[in-house]
């Protein structure tokens, strides 16, 4: 399992707010999947921008990223940062594992 932090950034040009919000609606309930399956650890939006932050743990992050009814509405796009655990805390260590 590898683990990596996703910024996710809008496009310039969002669609009308109507069809914005049922992408936000889908996405929340896609990344309530990987929070039920312990995949995800946190996500929330960014402050001042539209997008957000997620770190997740997965074997294909391309797959997990092109699922997200935002990047499929092209909505959003994923900076993706893969890294290796060095310390955390305690409480932390299972999600890890």
Same mark, same amino acid.
């Given at each position: #399992?590898?683990?990596? #932090? +996703?910024e996710?950034?809008? *496009? @310039? @040009? ?6 914005? =919000? ?18 995800i ?5 960014? *402050? ?5 932050i997620? *770190? *997740? ?5 391309e =797959? ?9 509405a092209?909505?959003q796009?994923?900076?993706i940062?893969?890294?290796? +655990?060095h ?6 260590k299972?999600?890890?594992?």
């Amino acid at each position: #399992m590898k683990y990596y #932090m +996703l910024e996710g950034s809008f *496009v @310039e @040009e969002l669609p009308e707010q109507s069809k914005l =919000k049922k992408a936000i609606d889908a996405h929340l309930e896609y990344l309530q999947i990987g929070f039920n399956d312990g995949s995800i650890l946190v996500s929330g939006p960014k *402050v001042g921008a539209g997008g957000g932050i997620i *770190v *997740v743990k997965c074997d294909d992050i391309e =797959k997990f990223c092109n699922d997200d009814p935002l990047v499929e509405a092209g909505i959003q796009k994923y900076r993706i940062i893969e890294f290796k +655990l060095h310390n955390c805390q305690d409480y932390l260590k299972s999600w890890f594992k």
